[in-house]
């Protein structure tokens, strides 16, 4: 059984910077695509960062490039999100998501972890 497990989340202030980390566990995942998103109060969830695990191919949301990294340890098989700059509409619950490389949607989620950016 495919699993997912966020950890990282807390209470930064405006400029800090967090690092979240999603384990996986169930299978390989070699040929899946990992991905973050966030879902703020009374807002739709939206895409925030994604990776091919096995090339390490990464995309990005405009809001949060240049300020989010996300990376992959295959050792570990974990995801991170790294997130610099942070700033108060940063404030959301973040999921870990995954899906088969070759599906459009991603299947599998994670219970999320909350991050709180005061200004």
């Known amino acids: 059984q495919v699993q997912l497990v966020e950890s990282g989340g807390g209470l930064v202030q405006s400029g800090g910077s967090l690092r979240l980390s999603c384990a996986a566990s169930g299978r390989t995942f070699s040929s899946y695509v990992m991905g973050w998103f966030r879902q703020a109060p009374g807002k739709e969830r939206e895409f925030v960062a994604r990776?091919?695990?096995?090339?390490?191919?990464?995309s990005y949301a405009d809001s949060v490039k240049g300020r989010f990294t996300i990376s992959r340890d295959n050792a570990k098989n974990t995801v991170y999100l790294q997130m610099s700059s942070l700033k108060p509409e940063d404030t959301a619950v973040y999921y870990c998501?995954?899906?088969?490389?070759?599906?459009?949607?991603?299947?599998?989620w994670g219970q999320g972890t909350q991050v709180t950016v005061s200004s």
């Open positions: 990776i091919v695990w096995n090339s390490g191919s990464t």
């Open positions: 998501a995954a899906r088969r490389l070759e599906n459009t949607l991603y299947d599998t």
